[in-house]
């Protein structure tokens, strides 16, 4: 059951200002990606490839029992580029997910019937780094024929791709592209139903994990197991629950690894029967709520550089959009920007975000008006600027999630200073020393703090 109530954060907001434009999505600018006749069951893929361009795949429905999956990019700047057609002529065809393979190529995965039943099951198909041509690998890349519902992938330890899907009562994965090899099935029983899943790979130990959703009887909830190199027991996401029930998800599961650092981190709601929290969960380690709210939606989360995090949800009564990233250690979350969404929206069904370089490129599929369709923008971290007077000065320290920044230029008073390695910087003033500073950096959004007089 899918809540809508007005959240109330916990945490400081600090507002991003929002334009409107067609061709571009840097920070603050919406852009509408897909076309307008879309349905509040489409998601998204994305990758990244080498050269910082973002790659979205998603489902068009070209008429009746005729649907393509459809191909897009966006530049590091946030402009859209053209489209190209992965695969056409499909009777019926699921959301799709990308991968970006060793040798820098995409590759595409999506369920769907052709014209034939034998031409069901998932299908797949490669491209170059442009994405401007794909070719469509076989038949099917799953060993079954039946239709299955989305199929998330990613790319194994060992540079395979592999991808899990659901069907009835089976929760299965398949590693490479070859039909001829089985599907392994997953699910904890034959109880349905296991919904959404999606993998990633944890760059220390190589492991593939997969994460979904269940509302199957006696064990609902969110949950994730090992599938590679070896297959090991579910758990059960902490705080999923409350009194044994817990809130669907109508988006593949959120499931990350982090970029140079080990871990497989899961974002979802906790509460019942509105979401309360969000919460922050490694794969076989602890969990974190990193935020409260009365009722929190389509959370989500992304890998960013330096091992740390991004986490993106939405709050039910004004449609605001909020993201932050973590530290480092992936162990907290720092300032929290909120974000309005495109202009006219009426509902936001699913948030997605990419974050390998810095800033989060966020697609939100939103109703505005009579049309729906996923729309792009951009969200810079947010820095947290602290401030102790002092006689004849201010020291400021400047930090990003609690970790140091050097190099921001904090201005009080009249007066600036860059900060130094420790994120430290001191300002020397006249008289008293109350007043409001700033803190700026290239790639963050601002900080303010109002000092006190000691």
């Known amino acids: 059951m899918r809540a809508i109530a007005v959240v109330t954060v916990v945490i400081p907001l600090l507002a991003v200002s929002v334009a409107f434009a067609a061709t571009t999505g840097s920070p603050g600018v919406w852009s509408q990606v897909t076309e307008a006749n ?78 034939t039943n034998p031409d069901g099951g998932v299908k797949a198909a490669t491209a170059p780094a442009s994405g ?77 994990v997969v994460a979904w959703y269940s509302n199957a009887d006696g064990r609902p909830g969110i949950w994730a197991r090992q599938i590679l190199p070896s297959v090991g027991p579910p758990a059960l996401a902490p705080g999923s629950l409350q009194g044994g029930k817990g809130l669907s998800i109508d988006q593949q599961t959120p499931v990350t690894a982090r970029l140079g650092a080990p871990g497989v981190y899961v974002a979802y709601c906790s509460g019942y029967p509105t979401c309360k929290g969000v919460v922050l969960w490694r794969f076989g380690g602890g969990s974190k709520t990193v935020a409260k709210g ?91 600027l602290t401030a102790k007077p002092g006689k004849g000065a201010v020291t400021f320290t400047v930090t990003d999630a609690g970790d140091p920044v050097p190099g921001a230029r904090v ?12 994120g430290v910087a001191r300002v020397t003033v006249q008289g008293s020393a109350a007043g409001k500073a700033t803190a700026t950096k290239a790639a963050y959004n601002r900080a303010t703090v109002t000092v006190r007089s000691p």
Do not use: M
């Open 38 to 115: 879309g349905r509040n069951i489409d998601e998204a893929g994305v990758a990244r490839t080498a050269d910082g361009v973002l790659h979205v795949v998603w489902k068009r429905r070209d008429g009746s029992l005729a649907e393509s999956i459809v191909h897009r990019t966006i530049s590091p700047a946030g402009k859209l580029g053209g489209t190209s057609v992965v695969l056409s002529g499909l009777k019926s065809v699921g959301n799709p997910d990308l991968v970006t393979l060793p040798g820098n190529r995409l590759r595409a995965f999506f369920p769907g019937l052709g014209d």
């Open 294 to 384: 009365a009722d929190v939606e389509d959370v989500n989360v992304a890998a960013a550089p330096e091992g740390r995090l991004w986490v993106v949800w939405h709050e039910g009564g004004s449609k605001t959009i909020y993201a932050a990233r973590t530290n480092k250690a992936a162990t907290r979350l720092g300032a929290i920007a909120e974000v309005a969404p495109p202009k006219g929206t009426s509902s936001i069904w699913k948030l997605k975000g990419e974050g390998s370089r810095g800033p989060l490129d966020v697609l939100a599929s939103v109703t505005t008006g009579s049309s729906l369709a996923t729309w792009h923008t951009q969200v810079r971290p947010t820095l947290s």
């Open 411 to 422: 201005s009080y008073a009249g007066r600036a200073a860059s900060t130094n390695g420790q």
């Open 132 to 208: 401007a041509a794909w070719t469509r690998e076989g038949v099917r890349v799953s060993s079954t024929a039946s239709a299955v519902s989305p199929a998330g992938a990613t790319v194994t330890g060992s540079g395979d791709s592999v991808f899990a899907y659901s069907l009835s009562f089976v929760l299965a994965f398949h590693v490479g592209v070859d039909p001829a090899a089985a599907d392994t099935s997953i699910a904890p029983d034959r109880k349905c139903c296991d919904y959404l899943p999606d993998v990633a790979t944890d760059v220390g130990s190589k492991a593939t």
